[in-house]
């Protein structure tokens, strides 16, 4: 099966035949499915009434496990935002009632951000939505394949991670 990345290597190498176009044929495949993998995203949450923000902030408290609280300083960790910008979203959450927050008991000055039952429900039913599209993504491919597939990814993020 070819794809319009075929196309773009052969062209590339038809021009370039010094270089070694491996990388051509990998990434543009990647950053093809990112595109749509965003899109779906973004589907998938607007079904839901919330935005990919909320998700990410929602998701990480949910994740968390009961009672699905983190600091706001926890929450900068896992979503990788500023301080300014997490005290927006978490404004924002409380203004619709998907978090809201408490004195953290440990810590006078400090506060605990919560997700609400209305929060829970929204990211419960958004990540229901979101690995539904996911799937749909992979069912061409065999158990096998999607294993083999997240170890080779695995790999190639490995220079990134922490």
């Known amino acids: 099966m070819r794809d319009e990345v075929d196309e773009l290597v052969e062209a590339w190498a038809r021009e370039r035949a010094d270089l070694d176009l491996a990388p051509v044929a990998v990434f543009s495949r990647i950053s093809r499915l990112a595109r749509h993998l965003d899109l779906a995203r973004r589907e998938a949450f607007t079904a839901e009434g919330i935005e990919s923000w909320e998700f990410d902030v929602l998701a990480a408290l949910r994740r968390a496990g009961a009672p699905y609280e983190l600091s706001p300083g926890r929450l900068l960790r896992e979503t990788l935002v500023t301080s300014g910008t997490m005290t927006n979203r978490v404004d924002r959450l409380a203004a619709r009632q998907f978090v809201e927050r408490y004195p953290d008991p440990a810590d006078r000055r400090g506060v605990i951000v919560r997700l609400t039952p ?43 991670s922490d």
Do not use: C, I, M, Y
Not at 127 to 136: D, I, M, R, T, Y
């Open 118 to 160: 209305e929060g829970k429900s929204a990211v419960d039913n958004a990540f229901g939505a979101l690995l539904e599209a996911e799937a749909a993504f992979l069912s061409d491919l065999s158990a096998k394949e999607r294993t083999q597939l997240a170890g080779l990814l695995r790999t190639l993020l490995s220079p990134f």
